[in-house]
């Protein structure tokens, strides 16, 4: 069993900056991707951006490509999604999720997930 835990949410002005963190345990993730998806108020569940654990090789959005990064810390179990130049359509509640499946972009093929921790923008 995995267990995902996200932190580092909170409310930040329009340009601003907040680094999520998710704290891994159960097992190593050598095999696995770890994935970021948001779900904003009425909205569905999208895709972030996502890491191989084995090589941190990174994948984005094309929203938020250029001003999120992704990246872990093997040695921690936690992988972390550093986000700048925020703007109001960030605003959601972000959740990591674990799972092996290379089509990293899809939310059916995460086997874990964390309960989500909300960010809110304003402008």
């Known amino acids: 069993q995995v267990q995902l835990v996200e932190s580092g949410g909170g409310l930040v002005q329009a340009g601003g900056s907040l680094r999520l963190s998710c704290a891994a345990s159960g097992r190593t993730f050598s095999s696995y991707f770890m994935g970021w998806f948001r779900q904003a108020p009425g909205k569905e569940r999208e895709f972030v951006a996502a890491i191989r654990w084995s090589d941190s090789r990174q994948y984005y959005a094309d929203s938020v490509k250029g001003r999120f990064i992704i990246f872990r810390d093997n040695a921690k179990n936690t992988g972390y999604l550093q986000m700048s130049s925020l703007k109001p359509e960030d605003t959601a509640v972000y959740y990591c999720?674990?799972?092996?499946?290379?089509?990293?972009?899809?939310?059916?093929?995460?086997?874990?997930w964390g309960p989500g921790t909300q960010v809110a923008v304003s402008s």
């Open positions: 999720a674990a799972g092996r499946s290379s089509y990293y972009y899809i939310m059916g093929n995460y086997d874990y």
